[in-house]
C-alpha cells in the first residue's frame, strides 16, 4: 500500500493556506515551490510548507485532508502552531 501525507503549504506566517494530499511530499512541495501547475498555490504564492502528516495508505490520507478542510481558519492555524510555532519552512527538514 502506498503512503500518504497531508500538507498545509502558506504564502507567509499567517497567510493564505492551501491544505493538499500527496503521495510524495518531496516533490510535490517542490512543484509549488516552483510553480509548475497553475493553480491556486500558484496565484497565491503558498510555497511555504508549515505542516504535515505521514500515514500508512492514501485512503487514510485523503480522510484526514478533509477534515481539516472542513475546519475553521483558527482551528488550522492551532494545528500548525502546535507543531510549528515560529511557521519555519519544514521542507528542508525532508532531507
Not at 507567509?12 to 491544505?19: E, F, K
Not at 511530499?25 to 500558484?42: A, D, Q, V
Not at 487514510?60 to 500548525?80: N, V
Amino acid at each position: 500500500m502506498k503512503p500518504g501525507f497531508v500538507y498545509i503549504v502558506t504564502s507567509r506566517t499567517h497567510g493564505t493556506l492551501y491544505i493538499g494530499v500527496t503521495s510524495n511530499l518531496i516533490k510535490r512541495i517542490y512543484e509549488h515551490k516552483n510553480k509548475i501547475f497553475e493553480g491556486f498555490t500558484s496565484q497565491y504564492n503558498c510555497k511555504i510548507l508549515v505542516y504535515y502528516e505521514k500515514f500508512d495508505s492514501m485512503y487514510s490520507a485523503i480522510q484526514r485532508e478533509k477534515e481539516i478542510k472542513g475546519w475553521k481558519r483558527i482551528r488550522k492555524i492551532r494545528l500548525i502552531n502546535r507543531i510549528n510555532p515560529e511557521w519555519k519552512d519544514l521542507y528542508t527538514t525532508l532531507f
